[in-house]
């Protein structure tokens, strides 16, 4: 069965800094894997998705996840912090097309943003 | 940009109380879903929805959760009779195509509604 770990329950990062976010997945076969971000109020939104090809995968806002089969990690990274990145961050994790139409979530990283 | 969403923000009910969670997907989308988030817990997979079915469901869904499409733009969940474990944040989210996780598609979320059962 599919399950998504993030270790990291809160993050405090100070602006301009890097961020890395962690994201362990268990998944039978290869996987579909993305991450979404939850600003206050909105509703969760696509940064970027991994189907198949390059590892290094570019999504919006500036963030970039590689995907590493041997480590089975999805890491979420920006180089510089921005105050307005202060938001939940999930990772999640999606069946290849075997007839499996939705998405396994972890429990988010609360990431802070310091001035 | 288009956007699902979903009303009310916050609800307060009696446990045992009937609720429903109201959600307007965006216009073009053909097909729905139901997430919940269970504080400090991971965000679960309810239900998909699809021509006015269920596509498929998880075992959190039971008889006491049903959803509806009444009319051309709303998507409903409805709890029956609503228990204390049954708080939790509700997304709905809708996608065009018959896949929440495929390379030419998107599933887009709305922005939740916490349900606090007391």
């Known amino acids: 069965a599919q399950s998504v770990t993030q270790p990291d329950i809160h993050i405090t990062v100070s602006e301009g800094a890097s961020l890395e976010l962690r994201c362990n997945y268990s998944?039978?076969?290869?996987?579909?894997l993305f991450w979404y971000v939850q600003s206050p109020g909105q509703g969760l939104q696509l940064l970027l998705k991994y189907f198949s090809g390059d590892t290094l995968v570019q999504g919006i806002k500036g963030f970039e996840a590689e995907f590493k089969r041997s480590q089975s990690s999805f890491n979420l990274r920006k180089p510089s912090v921005h105050w307005s990145d202060a938001a939940e961050y999930f990772c999640?994790?999606?069946?290849?097309?075997?007839?499996?139409?939705?998405?396994?979530f972890g429990t988010g990283t609360r990431l802070t943003v310091i001035p | 940009e288009p956007e699902v969403t979903q009303t009310p923000s916050h609800q307060v009910t009696q446990m045992g109380q009937e609720v429903i969670l109201r959600c307007v997907p965006i216009?073009?989308?053909?097909?729905f879903y139901w997430y919940r988030q269970i504080l400090g817990q991971k965000v679960e997979f309810l239900v998909s929805f699809y021509n006015n079915e269920i596509s498929e469901k998880s075992e959190i869904f039971d008889d006491q959760f049903s959803v509806e499409r009444p009319d051309g733009s709303n998507f409903t969940l409805k709890i029956r009779s609503t228990k204390l474990e049954d708080s939790a944040m509700y997304f709905c989210?809708?996608?065009?195509?018959?896949?929440?996780?495929?390379?030419?598609?998107?599933?887009?979320f709305g922005q939740g509604t916490r349900l606090t059962v007391v």
């Open positions: 999640a994790v999606g069946a290849q097309a075997t007839g499996a139409n939705n998405l396994f």
């Open positions: 989210a809708s996608s065009q195509l018959d896949r929440m996780s495929a390379e030419d598609t998107e599933a887009f």
């Open positions: 216009s073009n989308h053909l097909y």
């Open positions: 998944y039978g076969a290869t996987p579909y």
